[in-house]
């Protein structure tokens, strides 16, 4: 059997609408963050630890003092959400005009100038893999990683096409206690904390 465009674009919209409702629902229920990508739904289901939330705090308040004031360095919900490609995510820092935020529902991926987020120790490929090839497809231009786990990280930006769809093409790599620059902005990476080896 052939399936026309048409039909497999409105199976995969479907198909994507039943994991968002799900996630919506189970998003008060059980502990963890929920997310959509294109394999299906990813859940990680450890709570942030301190040096992660610790991380997240620093990196919202050094780009806040940087930006002008209308900007800001959001974190928590909603979700940024590009229902076409069947993604919804939340970076733990979204860079975004205060003015892009007045939307119901989720915030448009193409608004926001930059995504940051820290590496889980729980699931580091979510973030290093599936986040550098979600982010790029939605069109998010400024990609920062920054990982506890080693006090290392990189910023992904020019977003390109290739044969897999569109990629960062430019990636900077940085170590802790170095000065990074995301998007307009450079703030530094010093006392950043680390999680604690097992």
């Not at 909603?78 to 490609?85: I, L, M, Q, Y």
């Amino acid at each position: 059997m052939t399936i026309a465009p048409d039909d497999a674009q409105q199976g995969t919209t479907h198909r994507y609408r039943v994991m968002r409702d799900f996630v919506q629902t189970m998003d008060d229920t059980l502990p963890g963050k929920f997310e959509v990508t294109k394999e299906g739904i990813v859940h990680d289901m450890m709570a942030p630890v301190g040096p992660h939330e610790l991380t997240t705090l620093h990196l919202r308040k050094r780009l806040e003092k940087a930006m002008p004031d209308e900007n800001v360095a959001h974190t928590g919900e909603p979700d940024v959400e590009d229902a076409p490609e069947g993604i919804m995510r939340r970076p733990d820092v979204m860079v975004i005009a205060l003015t892009d935020m007045e939307v119901p529902g989720s915030f448009d991926p193409r608004t926001l100038i930059a995504a940051i987020e820290v590496v889980s120790r729980s699931n580091p490929d979510n973030d290093w893999v599936s986040k550098a090839r979600d982010y790029p497809l939605m069109g998010i231009p400024v990609y920062a990683i920054f990982d506890p786990r080693t006090g290392t990280g990189a910023v992904l930006t020019d977003i390109h096409p290739t044969p897999d769809g569109p990629r960062y093409a430019t990636r900077k790599d940085f170590v802790y206690g170095e000065d990074v620059t995301i998007a307009d902005w450079t703030i530094s990476t010093a006392n950043l904390p680390l999680y604690p080896s097992v």
